[in-house]
């Protein structure tokens, strides 16, 4: 059991929309996430996702609206709900979803991570 520092592993890399596991708990998954540009439409059917803005500002657009997150807030995305990241600058976010949650969702596609990196 060691403490984590956000900065230190979000040091680590420099890939986008590649999520890495932080940590684990309770069979959810504590990933970090870089992200610039858009991310693809997709829906989770069976899993909540929360995002958690740690550097920069992240979009979330949704069918009927639009959630802008900065510096410190987070905005959870419920099961089944469509939606998008948006970053127009490089954003850090870390993510709080369960184990099973693939980045993608619904969705499989060259941006889909079957394996994610442990950091």
Not at 12 to 37: H, T
Not at 65 to 86: K, N, T
Not at 114 to 119: A, D, G, K
């Amino acid at each position: 059991m060691d403490k984590v520092n956000l900065a230190e592993k979000f040091a680590l890399f420099n890939d986008y929309c590649r999520p890495k596991i932080a940590g684990e708990l309770n069979g959810q998954m504590v990933k970090l996430v870089k992200q610039k540009g858009e991310f693809l439409w997709h829906k989770h059917d069976q899993e909540d996702e929360l995002f958690l803005v740690v550097k920069g500002r992240l979009r979330i657009r949704l069918r009927d609206r639009d959630v802008d997150l900065h510096e410190g807030e987070f905005f959870i995305v419920p099961r089944g709900i469509e939606h998008q990241p948006v970053a127009e600058e490089e954003v850090h976010v870390l993510l709080f979803e369960p184990a099973s949650t693939l980045n993608t969702g619904n969705i499989r596609d060259e941006k889909t991570v079957e394996q994610l990196e442990r950091i």
